[in-house]
């Protein structure tokens, strides 16, 4: 089945079978191995993409639904020179890195909440962060790192 949708900024058209899913279509088909396989059943947010502006599990997306979509994986985030963006940078300066499965996501949900809500409180980023599970450093820190770069944003703009 031909699956045509934009996909970071770019336009694609892929061949692919109408029963993987988004995740599976964006690892194996297109080598987007930043968007992380975790709990396959939708819990656990390591495979978050943006999708038309909304924050979705890519493990309970059929790839053909991304048809005619905007789909925006970690690796479309960057900054203006291509590396890291703000938020990536205050991930690290914020100690909220550890053993990455749970960062792409993190960050993805992150960068989704300040699309709708540039300037959140830091119970809002909590519960932007619900469907989100990280083993390894705790929640302190990426919501530090969530709430510095809104604050830093807003000063920017």
């Known amino acids: 089945?031909?699956?045509?949708?934009?996909?970071?900024?770019?336009?694609?058209?892929?061949?692919?079978?109408?029963?993987?899913?988004?995740?599976?279509?964006?690892?194996?088909?297109?080598?987007?191995?930043?968007?992380?396989?975790?709990?396959?059943?939708?819990?656990?947010?390591?495979?978050?993409?943006?999708?038309?502006?909304?924050?979705?599990?890519?493990c309970l997306v059929l790839a053909p639904q991304a048809a005619g979509s905007e789909v925006i994986t970690i690796e479309g985030i960057r900054g203006p020179d291509g590396g890291p963006n703000d938020m990536q940078e205050n991930f690290i300066t914020y100690g909220a890195v550890q053993c990455g499965i749970c960062i792409p996501g993190m960050i993805m949900a992150g960068e989704a909440l300040l699309m709708h809500n540039p300037n959140p409180t830091r119970a809002e980023i909590r519960t932007a962060l619900a469907g989100n599970l990280c083993r390894c450093t705790g929640y302190q820190q990426i919501v530090d790192a969530i709430e510095a770069t809104a604050r830093s944003r807003e000063g920017n703009r």
């Open 1 to 58: 089945m031909l699956i045509e949708f934009t996909l970071n900024r770019k336009r694609v058209a892929v061949e692919a079978p109408p029963d993987i899913t988004l995740l599976t279509l964006l690892r194996d088909y297109f080598n987007l191995t930043g968007t992380k396989e975790g709990c396959s059943v939708g819990e656990c947010g390591a495979c978050a993409v943006i999708m038309d502006g909304r924050l979705v599990n890519s």
